[in-house]
């Protein structure tokens, strides 16, 4: 038998003593230090704002309170960081990413003086992204007529209609397959016979 007061007793007490300041940290402010993990009774749901509940009251509550939390938007890339991506592989052909752009047909098309479409910023135009993140694609973002998302080179030409663009003046690259740990296509796994 162990007597009170010997090494096994000092031991507990100094663990207990060390761990009463983050007791009274995690009692005054509940959301700077995490909890270890749940711990509920069978029927009950524990909630992330503090309190728990037993699950039938839960199911009689409004679906309408309870939201889930909203993902912050990422912030848009800073523009000109992607415009490595378009190139101009003709006078009339525009490559961003894996689509090439008949640029030169699609002005055609619209009716646009060729001079006055010379001064559109077209890969921020065929650009599928939002108009803040297409601004990365541009090539000279701090040029005069570059600078913003209103700039007089960004904006659509009347009757520009992005879907059409892809549909009849797009052509789209089909994507390589990754070369990483499967090996690809016909490669033989193991000795060869």
Not at 141 to 147: N, R, Y
């Amino acid at each position: 038998m162990l007597s009170f007061g010997e090494a096994y007793d000092q031991a507990l007490q100094a663990k207990r003593d060390g761990v009463a300041p983050l007791v009274t940290i995690h009692r005054a402010l509940p959301g700077l230090v995490a909890t270890s993990a749940p711990r509920s009774l069978p029927g009950v749901v524990l909630e992330s704002s503090g309190g728990s509940r037993i699950r039938s009251e839960r199911e009689h509550d409004d679906d309408s309170e309870v939201k889930p939390p909203k993902k912050p938007k990422p912030d848009a890339p800073k523009p000109g960081s992607k415009k490595q991506m378009a190139t101009w592989i003709s006078n009339t052909h525009l490559r961003l990413g894996g689509d090439t752009f008949n640029i030169a047909g699609y002005v055609e098309e619209l009716g646009l003086d060729p001079s006055a479409a010379a001064d559109l910023c077209w890969p921020v135009l065929v650009s599928k992204q939002p108009k803040k993140a297409a601004l990365a694609f541009c090539p000279c973002p701090d040029a005069e007529g570059h600078v913003g998302a209103n700039a007089a080179a960004h904006q659509r030409p009347a009757g520009f209609d992005l879907e059409k663009l892809n549909k009849d003046f797009c052509e789209h690259c089909p994507t390589q397959p990754s070369k990483g740990k499967g090996g690809g296509k016909g490669k033989a796994k193991g000795k060869k016979k």
